[in-house]
């Protein structure tokens, strides 16, 4: 968990924030334009943090909206392909749904640590349906002029979250019981695909094998393989920067806008890049393989029985160096490693994960 809460620190913000800490209104549309209209019927998931003016000093103030942002890929899938954006193993992947948990701001004066704001709450949105122009979730206003560190959290969702409209009560109460951070539901489609679970935890019933094999392995047609994942990655993300210029600057009477963006396609990186994402490849036969009744449908169980060295896809293609989950143990493990890294800020610009800071 991140630590957000800072009992010494001088609060930025001169009382609390002045609307309900869970927005009365959970049926919120995703249209970002509430959060300029001042009114009560602008609340839903967008959190107007006030801070009274009076008393702050003669430096002047404006706002900040925060965004959450999803790389195009959750929302537009990823083609098969030769290119270096591409799956590059024949497989096409789409996401129905990219459930996350994220919030938990702790936003600080570069200048002071201990002139920090906290904006506390969580939201569980489906990314998948987040429009182009992102999803505001915070309105901070009254933050002095300067400029101000930027961390955010993808945490374990609790009963104290708030559901955005595009998330089901069942989704949002699975995520809930179960302590997720993510619930993906994602489909992979080829069509020569094929899936080729470990032998020794294959369970093929009536299925046929095709006649290759992976390793030792027989293989199996599937053209289609779906995979539903609910996964714990609680995660604090930041300081984060672009270009090595630290999170965000606030002008007197200006409105800054950030954006927390969700990356989409670390499940598929042959590895975990600790800066640039340009040397990765991304492969997807090995989720494939996982199906191991071949029902059709990748499960967390599935991914939970299959240590990383039963699957003879897991080659020298795969580096499994700064993980930030060791030791992979299973597929599951490896699965909720690779959404660890996921979050970065103002599109690719990037946040330590937990405190471990990238190698530029
Ligand atoms: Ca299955």
């Known amino acids: 968990m991140s630590n957000t809460s800072n009992p010494n620190a001088t609060k930025e913000t001169m009382t ?31 959190l107007l943090l006030g801070a009274a003016l009076t008393g702050c000093g003669a430096e002047g103030t404006g706002s900040l909206t925060v965004l959450l942002e999803a790389e195009d890929v959750i929302t537009s899938g990823i083609e098969a392909g030769d290119g270096p954006e591409n799956i590059r193993d024949g497989w ?23 002139v920090d704001v906290d904006a506390p ?29 930027f961390n955010y959290t993808t945490p374990a969702a609790d009963e104290g979250a708030t559901r955005h409209a595009s998330v089901s009560q069942a989704d949002y109460d699975d995520m809930v019981a179960n302590g997720w951070t993510y619930l993906i539901d994602g489909t992979l489609r080829n069509p020569s695909g094929q899936s080729c679970p470990p032998v020794a935890l294959a369970t093929p019933g009536a299925a046929v094998p095709n006649g290759n094999v992976s390793g030792t392995s027989p293989c199996y047609d599937a053209t289609e393989v779906r995979f539903v994942v609910g996964a714990a990655a609680d995660t604090h993300y930041g300081p984060c920067e672009v270009d090595e210029v630290p999170g965000f600057a606030v002008t007197s009477g200006g409105s800054t ?46 991914l939970q029985a299959i240590a990383p060295s039963q699957l003879a896809e897991l080659d020298d293609r795969f580096q499994d160096g700064g993980s930030p989950i060791t030791p992979l143990d299973t597929m599951y493990t490896y699965f909720r490693a690779q959404l660890k890294t996921q979050g970065h800020f103002q599109g690719e610009g990037e946040c330590p994960v937990d405190g471990v800071g990238h190698v530029h």
Do not use: K
């Open 16 to 46: 609390r924030p002045t609307s309900p800490t869970t927005p009365s209104t959970p049926d919120a549309r995703m249209n970002p334009t509430p959060v300029w209209r001042p009114s009560a019927s602008a609340a839903g998931s967008l």
């Open 257 to 302: 806008t950030v954006a927390m963006t969700l990356h989409g396609d670390h499940i598929f990186f042959n590895g975990f890049p600790e800066s640039t994402e340009g040397g990765v490849t991304r492969l997807a036969q090995w989720l494939a393989d996982c199906d191991l009744n071949l029902d059709g449908t990748v499960t967390a169980e599935e």
């Open 92 to 114: 096409t992947v789409t996401f129905d749904r990219y459930i996350a948990a994220v919030g938990a701001l702790d936003i600080h004066r570069a200048s002071n640590e201990d």
């Open 121 to 149: 709450e969580v939201f569980v949105v489906d990314v998948a349906q987040v429009p182009a122009t992102g999803l505001a979730l915070f309105q901070l206003d009254g933050l002095r002029a300067g400029r101000w560190e």
